[in-house]
């Protein structure tokens, strides 16, 4: 009887957990059992691993294998176990002497290649922070892999390579190269893609695109509302063009997500520039915020972390699935409740919503020429609950454009431009919060707003006068106070001004009436 270990590592959601995977190769009758709570694709690994030891020239030993995936009472997932489970029993057959304290995560074809799995970036960040290094993983991910700090990653493409390397005996191996089989085509993920939708291109609006550029310097979130063919959604499409590329830090976490929302298909590099999300209007719940059997996957809503979530149409979203967004616009986490587990996923987007006035889209002025009934209309915006609303900093009416604009050639200022004014607002923001840990003004908590940056009291009365009038809750009085922040950041002001807070409750409130 032998015994051998190696390693792996276990995801729940974005979080990883070191997996000790324990052969023992002994006397009875021939068989492979498979223990430690795997799903069907973990199970089906015994195939999988029976043909690529065989095509490698080392076959699995014609006894009783029995294999332990430690610890016992976590639910073990997916392919990535299949090379830690194969060098554990060769090992355990003698055969092979691996080294200790590599992690394995690669999935094996039939012929004995190595394919790519997705989670491959957390995985290593969680083999890193245990303190093993050393990884293992198939040549599509190297790149992926060696993202994380601290690493030391070797990559391969078929396993005899990697029984070479735990010391096989080389007359036995029989590799076939990569170059004579059939290629496997994975486009990598770039963070570049297609050049972002200029600013430049939207004719008029010139409110608009003011609360675009107030949105990207302090993080806020923003409706539009306006007739069809106003140019909601091109505004809001050339708001990623507006933001910074994001840090080390964020580009990590982001590319986290992507790397196990992507399914395997290989990543590149670190994705630097702010995703943009832009499900469709009959997306579900479980498309949006995330969710399916097992343990939940990331949803739109996560993969736009640190982006912007857009959703055009947004009275056509299930009102379900809207006020689901409600907490993670809070807490910025999306924590995903399941029988089979529980995961956390970073869900921090600014959220963008597009609404036409009506379901016909024609309720403008007196009303005329809506087609819709006065209970069709209830419904359409009342899928926009009050409390969603009033997580929304900022609800803008998009007129629609005259003869005149749209006889222009939009002449007005690039997304270039306009993205340097918000860089410098954003700097502005990150020196003054940074001793509270935070970077833009929509993540300022209410209490230091009360207090640290608490505003003059004659700066507060028109805000004060508007609580009043306009009825606003605690949490739209605080949105209010964020928003006058960004307009500062971006009139070089130190603190904000009476104007800068008047204008904050403009753009909170359609941009409508006089609240002063």
Known sequence: MSLARTLGIGLTGLSGA???????????????????????????????????????????????LTVNLTPATMHKRGSGFDVAILVAALAA????????????LAELGLDGSLRPIPGVLPAVMAAVRAGYPDVVVAEENSSEAQLVAGARVRSYAHLSQVLADCGADPLALRYRARHNSPARKNAAWSATGTPAPDLCEVLGQ?????????????????????????????LAQRLPGLLPDLDDAQALETTAVHSLAAGGTPIASLLRRPPFESPHHSASMVALIGGGSGIPHPGAASRAHRGVLFLDEAPEFSG????ALRQPLESGVLTLHRAAGTASYPARFQLLLAANPCAC??????GTECTCTPMQRRRYLAR????????????????????????????????????????????????RLKRWGTT?????????????????TATLAGLNRATESLRLSARGHD??????????????????????VDVAIQLRQHGKGDVG
Request: charge should be positive; charged fraction near 20%.
């Open 361 to 366: 889209g024609r309720n403008l002025g007196k």
């Open 18 to 64: 070191l997996i000790e995977v324990e052969a023992d190769v002994g006397n009875g009758i021939p068989g492979f059992i498979l223990l430690g709570l795997p799903d069907a694709a973990l199970n089906e690994s015994r195939e999988r691993i029976r043909s690529a030891a065989r095509n490698s020239g080392i076959p699995l030993p014609n006894r009783r």
């Open 440 to 456: 833009t003004n929509a993540e300022v908590p209410g209490a230091i707003l009360r207090n640290q940056l608490r505003l003059p």
């Open 320 to 323: 379900a699935a809207l006020d």
């Open 384 to 431: 926009l609950s009050g409390p969603l609303l009033d997580r929304i900093d900022m609800q803008l009416f998009v007129p629609q454009l005259s003869a005149r604009e749209l006889a222009g050639r939009g002449t007005g200022e690039c997304s270039a431009v306009v993205a340097a004014r918000v860089a410098g607002a954003r700097a502005a923001a990150r020196d």
């Open 206 to 234: 010139a409110q608009g695109k003011y609360a675009l550029e107030v949105a990207a310097a302090g993080g806020h979130h923003l409706l539009f509302t306006g007739p069809p063919g106003a140019g909601k959604t091109m």
């Open 93 to 104: 057959d003698r055969a092979i002497t691996p080294a200790p304290g590599v992690v394995y």
């Open 479 to 500: 949105r209010v106070l964020r928003l006058a922040w960004s307009i500062a950041d971006l009139n070089s002001h130190a603190c904000p001004t009476a104007d800068d």
